[in-house]
């Protein structure tokens, strides 16, 4: 077993996880060369405002990054966007998506930086076609079928992947050491809704129908998410990533039971099969939707923090979230774009609530392309001021 400090934080690495072992085992090494050199983190933890939260300190201001921050709100995104074709082809263009991913820091100055990609690159590296159309989102082929999960093949997905790992690296390089960064990816059962429903849908009809006819075969193709995720993730740490935030955007229309098995579950394994490598990463997650069923994501996932939606009351994530986890959130995106004094009431209505605690601001959601840029600025100057 092998352990390094890495500033204030241990990072131990030790037996290879079955899943990763065949992939994984030639990356060990420079996993560990990359924390002993590359990315040692000063010991003054307030420049690493969100790793500090993440390891469950309170800091005044809190760290501020915003979902999506990298995107069409910002002129200079669009004129990448413009000449680079189309989505995919961004996302795997390692200069242009490391540019993009830099872009709302070099203009804000966020605490953290996420990588740009997208979480549909899962399915596109096992072989599922996914393009992105403009006006109407990412377009897959339908999985309809157990036969069709079958189709899926995990040949080549970290060579597929690759252009990603290098926009990490590109990506670190030249961010400020006091600037965090992102890795991500989807959590398996918000991935499985677009894989089967081919598109994005307000329900998640295909996904909940599919899961209730076939539980076996939507199972296989949870656990094959889980496994591929775990790879991802480490790739991303591997490359330079210093948290990582699973996102479950439509865990939300989950019922209880379905909650457990595709949300909760899939996101202990993902969290396990990482901290099997790298034990100490921070890990966000974010189950969108589910309410009442927060603070059981916030005990038993195994994750350091919980990204909170807009709709959760903030005396319920101070009371029944931050004593467990640092929390995220949740300024509603839409305040954003019709910025005020009402923004500034509820920016200081979060921070006062939660301030006391580990916390992160950020939306509850991903921001919006109308936002103004102004609005970007003055809600940054308000959480910092
Ligand atoms: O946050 C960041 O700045 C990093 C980049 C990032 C993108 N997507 C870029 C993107 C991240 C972290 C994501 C995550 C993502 N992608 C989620 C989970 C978070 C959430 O918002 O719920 C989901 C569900 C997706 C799938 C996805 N990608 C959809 C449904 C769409 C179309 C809707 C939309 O917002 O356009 C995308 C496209 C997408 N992903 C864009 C960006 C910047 C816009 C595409 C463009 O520029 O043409």
Redesign the pocket.
Known sequence: MNSVWVGWCEITIFDIHPVIEKTEKKNLESLLDYYRTDTVIPSSTDKHKLLKVLSGKACDPPPIWL??????YLPEYLEV?ADAGS?LELCYNPDLAARVTLQPIERFGFDAA???????VIPDALGQKVS?VQNE??VLEPLEDGKAIKTLSRDGFLDHLAPVFETVKLVRSSLDPGVALIG?C?APW?VATYMVGGR?SPDQAAARSFAYQDPEGFQHLIDLLVEVSVEYLLAQLDAGAQALQI?D?WAGNLPEGEFDRWCLQPAKRIVSGVRAIVTDVPIIGFP?GVGPLYPLYAREAGVNAVSCDTSLPLEFIRQKLQPHVCVQGNLDPLLLVSGGPALDRRIDEIIEVLGDGPMIFNLG??IVPQTPLKHVDQLIERVRR
Do not use: E, Y
Request: no cysteine; aromatic share 18%.
């Open positions: 979902m999506r921050q990298a995107g069409r966007r989505f996420i990588l740009f990609s997208d979480i549909l992105f989102g990412p991500f989807g918000t994005g996102f955007s969108r959601h991903g």
